[in-house]
């Protein structure tokens, strides 16, 4: 059995409650830490007062090529990346501030985040199994998430050349019916 120092203990007890204050489902803390999955239950209860979650990871790489999921994933990753390679951060660290990062450009744009904890890890995962791979667009020359084996020449991104669907979402559609109730009771005024 490896005896860690109470620092390297208290380290790690701090990086699973930053995972699970993001959100981290029990799979990627058991992956990512090396608690004990009783321990790790234990604080992810005391973090967010009730048992973890059941059930499977997404595992599918297709759902990261629809419009919307592209474009996010394609920004977190991207954020990754540099966290990674330029400012030199660790794995974990970089996964942690990468989403922590993603989520505040969500607010701040006033967009609702796409990908949770969760399925960013899953990304980098996919991008580590070289499932996936960056493709740039020919158009804004930005990076963008395309699986490993696509065409690479003269590919559009989904923020250059959103589908016509793109906004047509059950938010727009509410604007649009209260706009078309308030123009009715108007009328009728």
């Known amino acids: 059995m490896l005896k860690r120092s109470l620092t390297e203990d208290a380290q790690e007890v701090f990086r699973a409650i930053a995972l699970i204050e993001l959100g981290?489902?029990?799979?990627?803390?058991?992956?990512?830490?090396?608690?004990?999955?009783?321990?790790?239950?234990?604080?992810?209860?005391?973090?967010?007062?009730?048992?973890?979650?059941?059930?499977?990871?997404?595992?599918?790489?297709?759902?990261?090529?629809?419009?919307?999921?592209?474009?996010?994933?394609?920004?977190?990753?991207?954020?990754?990346?540099?966290?990674?390679?330029?400012?030199?951060?660790?794995?974990?660290?970089?996964?942690?501030?990468?989403?922590?990062?993603?989520?505040?450009?969500?607010?701040?744009?006033?967009?609702?985040?796409?990908?949770?904890?969760?399925?960013?890890?899953?990304?980098v995962r996919f991008f580590d199994a070289d499932i996936l791979q960056l493709t740039k667009c020919c158009r804004c020359t930005g990076k963008f998430v395309a699986h490993k084996h696509d065409l690479q020449h003269n590919v559009v991104c989904g923020a250059c050349q959103p589908p016509s669907r793109a906004g047509k979402t059950k938010k727009a559609a509410a604007a649009r019916q209260e706009a078309l109730s308030a123009a009715q009771v108007a009328q009728a005024a």
Not at 77 to 83: G, K
């Open 24 to 123: 981290a489902r029990m799979q990627v803390l058991e992956s990512e830490l090396t608690l004990s999955r009783d321990r790790m239950i234990r604080l992810y209860r005391e973090v967010k007062g009730v048992s973890p979650p059941k059930g499977m990871l997404p595992f599918s790489a297709d759902w990261y090529m629809t419009w919307l999921a592209n474009i996010h994933a394609s920004l977190f990753y991207n954020t990754y990346l540099f966290l990674k390679n330029e400012a030199r951060c660790s794995h974990l660290d970089a996964l942690t501030k990468g989403y922590r990062l993603y989520l505040e450009h969500c607010q701040h744009s006033e967009t609702e985040p796409v990908l949770d904890l969760t399925r960013a890890w899953t990304l």
